[in-house]
C-alpha cells in the first residue's frame, strides 16, 4: 500500500473547507457588488441633494431679489404720495395766504369807500 486514499473524514473536510471558501467568495462577492450598488445610489443621491441645495439657493436668491424689488416700488411710492400731501399742502398755504390778502384788501377797500363816502358828502374834511 503505497498510496494510501484520504480517509472520509478528511475528505469530508476538505469538502466543508471547500465549500466555506466558496460561499466567503460568493459573499465578499456578492458584498462587491451591493457595493458598487450602494456606491452608485449614494453618488445619485449626492448629485440630487446638491441639485436640490442648488435649487434652493436660487429660490432664496429670487425671493430675495422680489423682496427688495417690492420695498423699492413701495419706497417710490411712498415717495410719490409724500410729494403729491406736499403740493396739497402747498396750495392750502397758498390758499390760506390769499384768503388773508384778500380780506385785508377788502377791508382796506371798505375804508377808502367809507373815507370816499364820508369827503363826498361833506361829513370828513369840509
Same mark, same amino acid.
Given at each position: 500500500?503505497?498510496?494510501?486514499?484520504?480517509?472520509?473524514?478528511?475528505?469530508?473536510? /476538505?469538502?466543508?473547507?471547500?465549500?466555506? +471558501? !466558496?460561499?466567503?467568495?460568493?459573499?465578499?462577492?456578492?458584498? /462587491?457588488? +451591493?457595493? =458598487?450598488?450602494? +456606491?452608485?445610489?449614494?453618488?445619485?443621491?449626492?448629485?440630487?441633494?446638491?441639485?436640490? /441645495? $442648488? *435649487?434652493?439657493?436660487? =429660490?432664496?436668491?429670487?425671493?430675495?431679489?422680489?423682496?427688495?424689488?417690492? +420695498?423699492?416700488?413701495?419706497?417710490?411710492?411712498?415717495? $410719490?404720495?409724500?410729494?403729491?400731501?406736499?403740493? !396739497?399742502?402747498?396750495?392750502? *398755504?397758498? /390758499?390760506?395766504?390769499?384768503?388773508?390778502?384778500?380780506?385785508?384788501? $377788502?377791508?382796506?377797500? $371798505?375804508?377808502?369807500?367809507? =373815507?370816499?363816502?364820508?369827503? =363826498?358828502?361833506?361829513?370828513?374834511?369840509?
Amino acid at each position: 500500500m503505497g498510496t494510501e486514499e484520504p480517509s472520509v473524514p478528511v475528505i469530508v473536510e /476538505r469538502i466543508a473547507n471547500l465549500q466555506s +471558501d !466558496v460561499s466567503e467568495i460568493k459573499q465578499n462577492m456578492a458584498t /462587491r457588488t +451591493d457595493q =458598487a450598488h450602494v +456606491d452608485l445610489r449614494i453618488e445619485g443621491l449626492v448629485g440630487a441633494l446638491a441639485s436640490e /441645495r $442648488a *435649487e434652493r439657493i436660487a =429660490a432664496v436668491e429670487a425671493e430675495k431679489q422680489e423682496r427688495i424689488a417690492a +420695498d423699492e416700488k413701495e419706497a417710490n411710492e411712498r415717495k $410719490a404720495v409724500a410729494a403729491r400731501l406736499q403740493t !396739497v399742502e402747498d396750495r392750502m *398755504e397758498a /390758499r390760506k395766504y390769499n384768503t388773508g390778502i384778500a380780506i385785508i384788501l $377788502a377791508a382796506v377797500g $371798505a375804508v377808502f369807500s367809507l =373815507a370816499a363816502t364820508l369827503v =363826498a358828502t361833506g361829513v370828513v374834511g369840509g
